[in-house]
T-cell receptor
Framework: AQSVTQLDSQVPVFEEAPVELRCNYS??????LFWYVQYPNQGLQLLLK??????LVESINGFEAEFNKSQTSFHLRKPSVHISDTAEYFC?????????????FGQGTILTVHP | KAGVTQTPRYLIKTRGQQVTLSCSPI?????VSWYQQTPGQGLQFLFE???????NKGNFPGRFSGRQFSNSRSEMNVSTLELGDSALYLC???????????FGQGTRLTVV
């Protein structure tokens, strides 16, 4: 079974400051890792994914995450945040084929960007 | 390419009633999963269908059921609604289990 822990429930930050949203996971098998973002009254949007290959993955809007197998972490970072990044962010893990579509989510981190 | 479409977006039902939610996956996607999102429990996996077969099920009572049609569209049904079933129900589709899942906008169910 997999589990995901998002270490911060809320992260306030000023505009143009850097931010890190922390995610740790536990699993007895190899995993796929994801970050999703949710805006109010919306579904989940995929931000970035780690399936295989390079451990550093990037999104088109400046976020990046690094898969660290030894520390079982997949922290999300952005060097300079914008007001529009205010949202709730979810880290998720999947065991791929053996999980048959099941994603296990963390409890979410609410990122609030202040002007 | 159209995204995952869920209907209806909002629903109000009375305790004891039943409800059916619909999900149309991205064209070509054969895997459809359902999740329940509540403030207290967060995002919880309900079940997954692939080629009309349920392959995985979460820890929910038998009142929660689903099905998938030959065109990959899926429905989930909740019978004998309880107040605690009030939630955002999210559907996701993917090409196969080894790729990313794309979510719909969700159906907000309120049980009164």
């Amino acid at each position: 079974a997999q589990s995901v822990t998002q270490l911060d429930s809320q992260v306030p930050v000023f505009e143009e400051a850097p931010v890190e949203l922390r995610c740790n996971y536990s699993s007895s098998v190899s995993v796929y890792l994801f970050w999703y973002v949710q805006y109010p009254n919306q579904g989940l949007q995929l931000l970035l994914k780690y399936l295989s290959g390079s451990t550093l993955v990037e999104s088109i809007n400046g976020f990046e995450a690094e898969f660290n197998k030894s520390q079982t972490s997949f922290h999300l970072r952005k060097p300079s945040v914008h007001i529009s990044d205010t949202a709730e962010y979810f880290c998720a893990v999947s065991a791929g084929g053996t999980s048959y579509g099941k994603l296990t989510f963390g409890q979410g981190t609410i990122l609030t960007v202040h002007p | 390419k159209a995204g995952v479409t869920q209907t209806p977006r909002y629903l109000i039902k009375t305790r004891g009633q039943q409800v059916t939610l619909s999900c149309s996956p991205i064209s070509g996607h054969r895997s459809v999963s359902w999740y329940q999102q509540t403030p207290g429990q967060g995002l919880q996996f309900l079940f997954e269908y692939f080629s009309e077969t349920q392959r995985n099920k979460g820890n929910f009572p038998g009142r929660f059921s689903g099905r998938q049609f030959s065109n990959s569209r899926s429905e989930m049904n909740v019978s004998t609604l309880e107040l605690g079933d009030s939630a955002l129900y999210l559907c996701a589709s993917s090409l196969d289990p080894n790729t990313e899942a794309f979510f719909g906008q969700g159906t907000r169910l309120t049980v009164v």
